[in-house]
Every structure is written in C-alpha cells, then in structure tokens.
C-alpha cells in the first residue's frame, strides 16, 4: 500500500531524515572509535616501554644495594673492615 497523502510524505520525509541522521552518527562514532584504539595501542606500547625500564631499573638497583657492591664502594673510599678483639680480664674467677 503506497501512502500518498501529505501526511505519509512527512514520516517518509522523517524516516529518511532518522536513517540518514543514524548514518552519519554510525560513520562519526566509527571513526572515534578508530582513533580510540590507535591511542590505546599507543598508550600500550609506551606501558611496555616503561616496564622494561622499571624492571632494568629495580636490576640495577639490586646490583648497587648488593653486599658485594658496598663492600666495594667502601674499600674505595678508604673504610676498611675492622674486626672486634675480645679481652678477658685474668683476674676474675672463672666459675
């Protein structure tokens, strides 16, 4: 049944509108989306970035807090390891 009264030309009229209006809405919301997950993807790579200097970082951090290093770094600047003598008075009783 082909509606041609005024009245069924204006919902044409509207439903070309709405179908139109929805398309440019779905292109619009396409390419935001788009230009989202190329940020994101961005965003990601700069994650993995800094985590692999974090860990390289908490490495070297260990390295240099490392017993060995400190000994190191002290015997360089001239502080030597002492040790600690224990003297026992001969003159008390023994019990």
């Given at each position: 049944?082909?509606?041609?009264s005024?009245?069924?030309k204006?919902?044409?009229?509207?439903?070309?509108?709405v179908l139109?209006s929805?398309?440019?809405?779905?292109?619009?919301?396409?390419?935001?989306?788009?230009?989202?997950?190329?940020?994101?993807?961005?965003?990601?790579?700069?994650?993995?970035?800094?985590e692999?200097?974090?860990?390289?970082?908490?490495?070297e951090?260990?390295a240099?807090?490392?017993?060995?290093?400190?000994?190191?770094?002290?015997?360089?600047?001239?502080?030597?390891?002492?040790?600690?003598e224990?003297?026992?008075?001969?003159?008390?009783?023994?019990?």
């Open positions: 049944m082909i509606c041609v005024d009245f069924c204006k919902i044409n009229i509207l439903l070309l509108a139109v929805v398309f440019f809405a779905n292109i619009y919301y396409s390419d935001k989306a788009s230009t989202a997950g190329k940020l994101l993807s961005q965003k990601e790579k700069q994650v993995e970035v800094l692999k200097e974090n860990e390289s970082l908490i490495n951090y260990y240099l807090t490392s017993y060995s290093s400190i000994y190191n770094l002290a015997l360089e600047y001239g502080i030597s390891e002492y040790q600690v224990y003297y026992t008075n001969p003159d008390l009783a023994l019990r």
